[in-house]
């Protein structure tokens, strides 16, 4: 069932860094409890149009409307940056490629979870320690750990600690920046697994910017095929992957290797 | 307390010119309009070197009158190197009458400590701060920082306190206890010990801090609330040495402890110098009251 005002609309977005136009004109919905993958090659756009969806550049043209908790739709770029950044720590959440860019190294994992409850304002310790120690055990990062710095786990523990931090606060929507890249293909799997089910069981939105079409047929309902900066496909995910119709989408189908 | 002298003719009065005074004050100004937040100065060259108080001179330069009488404390007592020489300074050149009591000063600079005897009214109290940012060691990026205080974003500094919470049970601050000015800045108090905190609390008292180095001043006026960050379940709990002072006997004054052998020998003397010389004077007496080591000097 689809409520009736998408959750975020993206109209006719572009940026541009000085010549090179690297997001032209993309447009699209996003609806509550929604996935949506946007594919590409390295270069075409994918993470640009991301991180102008998430405020952090402004775009040269196009505007980003975002329906908020209250019901309230705001132009996201016309938000005074307080706004923003309240609605960045309680209503969205952003898993960075690298979790080294989503994590504090320093801080053990239960003060990296416990950040965005703290900067929502929680101010009791247990409470807050309570809530960290449920997260870990959700994303399947042993309770013994919870002092410990994430420097001191693996690659794929510092992802799924990264989603943690992220998800603690029950965010209505999440970006996701290749959020398997960097793992190997057992830990990707098992990740996957993860951030389906969680994002399934929490009714959440969540917009993932992948290269890699396995993620896209796993993860979304419905995904986006980008190439030098322009949407150049889109549909449902079954349907793009199965019969895509531009010969970009066509020859981005046909690289993968049959397993 | 001293008697007025004639400044040393070689300097402008205060040591420093007109014009930078006139800029400091301009920073004091803004700093007490808005309690807590770093206004940015021109810091100038002192002559000492930078963390021996170059910040708190500046502003004590700037807001020294003919009137007023000056007192300065290190670490609570009147008579270590920094205290002296700073006192010497201003007697050189602004001939400003000095004492060691905190209740004939109208003007007390300060490192590390708030006296003992509660601030009046139309004192100024001027703390030297080696580190202003009390985000800094959480936040390397100074645009983040300024950011983060500009839109009260402090989530961060309660990861601090949780990571000290989970890693030793309690909150183990015991110095440079961050605070939370007129519900809206986090301040840092400078290294004074959290013991001191409550202190800053509603004073009655004006209190100017300088960090000559990191070229900030900030200011808290009077009657403005001053709140030690904590949790709900750990609340702030000031921090002071579980003994009284050997010397004056008193049980809730902020005490330095001292080896006085080499068999393990020690004792607790009140850090505030002032504060055990007076009670000493009205008979108060500690366990080492008349010993050799605690005879009372005579200046």
Redesign the interface.
């Given at each position: 069932m689809m409520a009736e005002a998408p959750l975020l609309e993206a109209d006719r977005v572009s940026v541009s860094f000085g010549r090179i136009a690297a997001v032209r004109e993309a447009s699209f919905r996003l609806w509550p409890g929604e996935v949506l993958a946007i594919v590409g090659e390295s270069g075409s756009g994918k993470t640009t149009l991301l991180r102008a969806l998430h405020g952090e550049i402004t775009p040269d043209d196009g505007r980003v409307l975002y329906r908020t908790a209250a019901g309230e739709t705001v132009d996201l770029h016309r938000l005074s940056?307080?706004r923003r950044?309240a609605l960045a720590?309680t209503e969205w959440g952003f898993v960075h490629q690298n979790p080294r860019d989503g994590l504090?190294m320093a801080?053990?994992a239960?003060?990296n979870v416990?950040?965005?409850l703290?900067?929502?304002g929680a101010?009791?310790?247990?409470r807050?320690?309570a809530e960290a120690e449920g997260w870990l055990a959700r994303v399947e990062i042993d309770g013994g750990r919870?002092?410990d710095p994430p420097r001191t786990f693996s690659g794929g523990m510092q992802q799924r600690l990264q989603i943690a931090r992220v998800l603690v606060t029950e965010p209505r929507l999440v970006l996701m920046d290749e959020p398997t890249g960097g793992l190997d293909v057992s830990v990707q799997a098992r990740l996957l697994d993860l951030i389906r089910s969680l994002v399934g069981e929490l009714g959440i939105a969540a917009i993932i910017v992948t290269h890699d079409l396995a993620v896209a047929r796993l993860l979304a309902d419905r995904m986006l095929v980008m190439q030098r900066g322009e949407v150049v496909e889109s549909g449902l995910t079954d349907q793009v992957l199965d019969d895509p119709q531009h010969p970009y989408s066509q020859l981005l189908v046909s690289s993968v290797l049959q397993a | 307390m001293t008697p007025a002298t004639t400044p040393d003719a070689a300097y402008n009065e205060g040591y420093l010119d007109e014009q930078t005074k006139r800029m400091i004050r301009r920073a004091l100004l803004k700093a007490v309009a808005i309690p807590g937040y770093q206004v940015p100065f021109a810091s100038r060259e002192m002559p000492l070197a930078y963390g021996w108080g170059t910040g708190g001179m500046q502003v004590t330069a700037a807001v020294l009158g003919q009137g007023d009488v000056l007192k300065v404390i290190d670490q609570g007592a009147d008579d270590t190197t920094n205290a002296v020489s700073i006192r010497r300074f201003f007697t050189r050149v602004s001939g400003v009458r000095t004492t060691e009591r905190t209740a004939e000063a109208t003007v007390i600079q300060t490192r590390h400590r708030i006296p003992e005897e509660p601030l009046r009214a139309h004192q100024i109290i001027v703390y030297q701060v080696p580190q202003p940012e009390p985000l800094r060691k959480l936040e390397p990026r100074e645009t983040e920082s300024r950011r983060m205080h500009a839109l009260a974003d402090y989530g961060l500094m309660h990861v601090k306190l949780y990571e000290d919470i989970a890693r030793h049970g309690r909150i183990t601050l015991s110095y440079d206890y961050p605070v939370l000015v007129g519900g809206r800045y986090i301040m840092a108090p400078s290294p004074i010990p959290s013991f001191d905190n409550p202190k800053m609390d509603n004073s009655p008292a004006l209190q100017l801090f300088g960090a000559g180095r990191e070229k900030r001043i900030y200011a808290i006026p009077p009657h403005t609330s001053v709140r030690s960050l904590d949790f709900e379940d750990h609340p702030f709990h000031p921090w002071r040495a579980t003994s009284c002072c050997d010397l004056c006997g008193a049980e809730d004054s902020y005490l330095d402890e001292v080896v006085i052998d080499d068999r393990g020998g020690r004792m607790f003397v009140c850090s505030d110098t002032d504060w055990c010389g007076q009670r000493r004077d009205a008979g108060h007496r500690g366990r080492l009251a008349g010993h050799a080591l605690a005879r009372k000097e005579t200046a």
């Amino acid at each position: 069932m689809m409520a009736e005002a998408p959750l975020l609309e993206a109209d006719r977005v572009s940026v541009s860094f000085g010549r090179i136009a690297a997001v032209r004109e993309a447009s699209f919905r996003l609806w509550p409890g929604e996935v949506l993958a946007i594919v590409g090659e390295s270069g075409s756009g994918k993470t640009t149009l991301l991180r102008a969806l998430h405020g952090e550049i402004t775009p040269d043209d196009g505007r980003v409307l975002y329906r908020t908790a209250a019901g309230e739709t705001v132009d996201l770029h016309r938000l005074s940056e307080p706004r923003r950044r309240a609605l960045a720590r309680t209503e969205w959440g952003f898993v960075h490629q690298n979790p080294r860019d989503g994590l504090r190294m320093a801080v053990s994992a239960g003060g990296n979870v416990g950040e965005r409850l703290m900067a929502a304002g929680a101010r009791h310790w247990g409470r807050i320690r309570a809530e960290a120690e449920g997260w870990l055990a959700r994303v399947e990062i042993d309770g013994g750990r919870i002092d410990d710095p994430p420097r001191t786990f693996s690659g794929g523990m510092q992802q799924r600690l990264q989603i943690a931090r992220v998800l603690v606060t029950e965010p209505r929507l999440v970006l996701m920046d290749e959020p398997t890249g960097g793992l190997d293909v057992s830990v990707q799997a098992r990740l996957l697994d993860l951030i389906r089910s969680l994002v399934g069981e929490l009714g959440i939105a969540a917009i993932i910017v992948t290269h890699d079409l396995a993620v896209a047929r796993l993860l979304a309902d419905r995904m986006l095929v980008m190439q030098r900066g322009e949407v150049v496909e889109s549909g449902l995910t079954d349907q793009v992957l199965d019969d895509p119709q531009h010969p970009y989408s066509q020859l981005l189908v046909s690289s993968v290797l049959q397993a | 307390m001293t008697p007025a002298t004639t400044p040393d003719a070689a300097y402008n009065e205060g040591y420093l010119d007109e014009q930078t005074k006139r800029m400091i004050r301009r920073a004091l100004l803004k700093a007490v309009a808005i309690p807590g937040y770093q206004v940015p100065f021109a810091s100038r060259e002192m002559p000492l070197a930078y963390g021996w108080g170059t910040g708190g001179m500046q502003v004590t330069a700037a807001v020294l009158g003919q009137g007023d009488v000056l007192k300065v404390i290190d670490q609570g007592a009147d008579d270590t190197t920094n205290a002296v020489s700073i006192r010497r300074f201003f007697t050189r050149v602004s001939g400003v009458r000095t004492t060691e009591r905190t209740a004939e000063a109208t003007v007390i600079q300060t490192r590390h400590r708030i006296p003992e005897e509660p601030l009046r009214a139309h004192q100024i109290i001027v703390y030297q701060v080696p580190q202003p940012e009390p985000l800094r060691k959480l936040e390397p990026r100074e645009t983040e920082s300024r950011r983060m205080h500009a839109l009260a974003d402090y989530g961060l500094m309660h990861v601090k306190l949780y990571e000290d919470i989970a890693r030793h049970g309690r909150i183990t601050l015991s110095y440079d206890y961050p605070v939370l000015v007129g519900g809206r800045y986090i301040m840092a108090p400078s290294p004074i010990p959290s013991f001191d905190n409550p202190k800053m609390d509603n004073s009655p008292a004006l209190q100017l801090f300088g960090a000559g180095r990191e070229k900030r001043i900030y200011a808290i006026p009077p009657h403005t609330s001053v709140r030690s960050l904590d949790f709900e379940d750990h609340p702030f709990h000031p921090w002071r040495a579980t003994s009284c002072c050997d010397l004056c006997g008193a049980e809730d004054s902020y005490l330095d402890e001292v080896v006085i052998d080499d068999r393990g020998g020690r004792m607790f003397v009140c850090s505030d110098t002032d504060w055990c010389g007076q009670r000493r004077d009205a008979g108060h007496r500690g366990r080492l009251a008349g010993h050799a080591l605690a005879r009372k000097e005579t200046a």
